[in-house]
């Protein structure tokens, strides 16, 4: 079973940029379908962005499409969510996660989570 670990967050004022990464150990290519999504304090979590691995495709929520960029090396096997022109109401928890057996849309689908990362602009 794929494991999940991400990296990349931190601090960084309004307009900045950050790269998230996301480790995925044991991936196989059975893990085809991968996605961010994000959770700020007393909200629910939400989707940001996912990728198709084999093919590359990618999709995007409205309020990040534009600035914000999934991407995956498959030599690696690493996820990575490249943010920039960053605001205030980016800040949450970020998410990776694998394998929705449903929606890619919607996080009750998916099964594999990694543990978080936090992520926090500031105005």
């Known amino acids: 079973q794929v494991q999940l670990v991400e990296s990349g967050g931190g601090s960084v004022q309004a307009g900045g940029s950050l790269r998230l990464s996301c480790a995925a150990s044991?991936?196989?290519?059975?893990?085809?379908?991968m996605g961010w999504f994000r959770q700020a304090p007393g909200k629910e979590r939400e989707f940001v962005a996912a990728?198709?691995?084999?093919?590359?495709?990618?999709s995007y929520a409205d309020s990040v499409k534009g600035r914000f960029t999934i991407s995956r090396d498959n030599a690696k096997s690493a996820l990575y969510l490249q943010m920039s022109s960053l605001k205030p109401e980016d800040t949450a928890v970020y998410y990776c996660?694998?394998?929705?057996?449903?929606?890619?849309?919607?996080?009750?689908?998916?099964?594999?989570w990694g543990q978080g990362t936090q992520v926090t602009v500031s105005s």
């Open positions: 990728i198709v691995w084999m093919t590359g495709s990618t």
């Open positions: 996660a694998a394998n929705p057996r449903g929606s890619r849309y919607y996080p009750q689908y998916y099964a594999t």
């Open positions: 044991g991936r196989t290519s059975s893990d085809n379908v």
